[in-house]
């Protein structure tokens, strides 16, 4: 089993992105999915996340600027991320988990200048 991150990169303040993060071995649809991040010198933190039944729920830091979404057929999901800050800086791991397992992806960096 594994999650491949990808989709990251330098952008402008204000700028978009959109990363993406494929599995590869087992069905992963019917488990949660999430978005973390990791700024340099920082604990790893909870982006965004969905559920199997399709509810999504998000950090505060990032409501309104990010969406996730799955597609379950291609097992991969995505973060939209709009309205990019500086502060979004970060590298980003996608995780999934279902029952006693979790797996993470190997991140993406993503930069935003000001």
């Known amino acids: 089993v594994q999650l491949q991150a990808s989709g990251g990169g330098l952008v402008q303040a204000g700028g978009s992105l959109r990363l993406s993060c494929a599995a590869s071995?087992?069905?992963?649809?019917?488990?949660?999915w999430g978005w973390y991040r990791q700024a340099p010198g920082n604990q790893r933190d909870f982006v965004a996340g969905?559920?199997?039944?399709?509810?999504?729920n998000y950090a505060d830091s990032v409501k309104g600027r990010f969406t996730i979404s799955r597609d379950n057929a291609k097992k991969t999901i995505y973060l939209q991320m709009n309205s990019l800050k500086p502060e979004d800086t970060a590298v980003y791991y996608c995780r999934y988990f279902s029952g006693l397992n979790v797996y993470w992806g190997q991140g993406t960096l993503v930069t935003v200048s000001s």
């Open positions: 969905t559920a199997a039944g399709g509810i999504t």
């Open positions: 071995g087992s069905d992963f649809s019917t488990g949660t």
